[in-house]
T-cell receptor
Framework: DGGITQSPKYLFRKEGQNVTLSCEQN?????MYWYRQDPGQGLRLIYY???????QKGDIAEGYSVSREKKESFPLTVTSAQKNPTAFYLC?????????????FGDGTRLSIL | GEDVEQSLFLSVREGDSSVINCTYT??????LYWYKQEPGAGLQLLTY?????DMKQDQRLTVLLNKKDKHLSLRIADTQTGDSAIYFC??????????????FGKGTKLSVKP
């Protein structure tokens, strides 16, 4: 079955540590997205990538970094510069070639501070 | 900038109809979406509507769009306990290189009482 896989489901970060969240899709989607979800805040866009080897900052990119070396993969690194990283992180992707296709989501990674 | 507003909570009795409302600001949005999120999970696309439509029906779901008032609603007929979740309204961005990006509301938590 095609879909988006996020791992791990739960992740803990120590003070001063960088952690990387994985997002893999086998839907042949060109565009991929990372969102942060906090209680009562809805989804906020961190980074997005419309095509391999290119990505753009979203609304809350500070303290995060991404790479897009392969079409299938869009990992997100939460750096030590992100002072409040505790949140639920969601990855999404959209179909190629047509504007405004619905975004498909993974099941999320919950990041907590140790 | 664009904004999407939803009420945060809705409580209904099992078997009743639920109506979740949403207002948006970007009159150029081509597509509007409804997503469902169950606890600890990602977002599941429920339905979407093109901006040139007034209504879309899909089994127990009815979407109504009032483009003049920028108002979108989701009606769930014969609401079941399994419908308890957070429902997100989203509109598509339509400028520059951000085509396909979504702006989400903060979500409406639907509680269904037996």
């Amino acid at each position: 079955d095609g879909g988006i896989t996020q791992s791990p489901k739960y992740l803990f970060r120590k003070e001063g540590q960088n952690v990387t969240l994985s997002c893999e899709q086998n839907l042949n989607h060109d565009a991929m997205y990372w969102y942060r979800q906090d209680p009562g805040q809805g989804l906020r866009l961190i980074y997005y990538s419309q095509i391999v080897n290119d990505f753009q900052k979203g609304d809350i990119a500070e303290g995060y970094s991404v790479s897009r070396e392969k079409k299938e993969s869009f990992p997100l690194t939460v750096t030590s510069a992100q002072k409040n990283p505790t949140a639920f992180y969601l990855c999404a992707s959209t179909a190629p070639g047509r504007a405004n296709q619905p975004q498909h989501f993974g099941d999320g990674t919950r990041l907590s501070i140790l | 900038g664009e904004d999407v507003e939803q009420s945060l909570f809705l409580s209904v009795r099992e078997g009743d109809s639920s109506v979740i409302n949403c207002t948006y600001t970007d009159s150029s949005s081509t597509y509007l979406y409804w997503y469902k999120q169950e606890p600890g999970a990602g977002l599941q696309l429920l339905t979407y509507i093109f901006s040139n439509m007034d209504m879309k029906q899909d089994q127990r779901l009815t979407v109504l769009l009032n483009k003049k008032d920028k108002h979108l609603s989701l009606r769930i007929a014969d609401t079941q306990t399994g419908d308890s979740a957070i429902y997100f309204c989203a509109e598509s961005e339509n400028y520059g290189g951000s085509q396909g990006n979504l702006i989400f509301g903060k979500g409406t938590k639907l509680s269904v009482k037996p």
